[in-house]
């Protein structure tokens, strides 16, 4: 009995991950908020409790063109007015997530931005992706390190902090040819 309401629960609760009314906030830098969210793991653990799904053993999580590789990934839920669970029952007005975790070490990709570290926070209400732990942000052949990646999925604007080191590599262009005389 406790397991078939378990399983209702999470028949209900998975596909609103992916949920977007109103005005939807990409879940992955660079995803789309329109697109569904698609994760792959070894393992789901749902806790009802605690309104949190845990994701683990090679965590893969796609939206669109984006897509974050980790170790485990929780997200946590938002919980409807009152205590209400607002994952149970209609679907609730918005995203239903509130935040998600993902431990790593972390890849998140974007296009031909990439971006690297130990841990990484998505934090719907700021919508903001937070990197921590040996950062590297890859853009082509352009690398640039640090202690702390806090990317703004509003403006597009990352920012490294943090012992931060560089590495741009200028566009190669054809030398012109020499003509014989």
Do not use: C, W
């Amino acid at each position: 009995m406790k397991y078939t309401r378990v399983l209702a629960a999470l028949v209900m609760v998975v596909p609103q991950v992916a949920l977007a009314q109103g005005q939807p906030a990409s879940l992955l830098p660079g995803g789309n908020s329109k697109d569904p969210v698609s994760i792959n793991a070894g393992k789901l653990d749902y806790l009802s409790k605690d309104q949190k799904l845990i994701y683990s053993g090679g965590v893969m999580a796609r939206q669109g063109k984006s897509t974050l590789k980790a170790s485990s990934l929780t997200i946590f839920l938002a919980t409807a007015p009152g205590g209400k669970d607002a994952s149970v029952g209609p679907a609730p007005t918005g995203n239903s997530v509130q935040r998600m975790e993902a431990d790593g070490p972390v890849t998140v990709t974007s296009g031909q931005e990439v971006g690297t570290g130990a841990h990484a926070t998505y934090d719907k209400a700021a919508n903001r992706v937070v990197v921590t732990g040996h950062v590297t942000l890859t853009q082509g052949p352009n690398v640039t390190r640090g202690d702390v990646l806090t990317y703004n999925l509003t403006s597009g604007q990352a920012v490294v902090t943090g012992h931060v080191q560089s590495l741009f590599t200028p566009a190669s262009s054809p030398r012109p040819r020499r003509r014989k005389h």
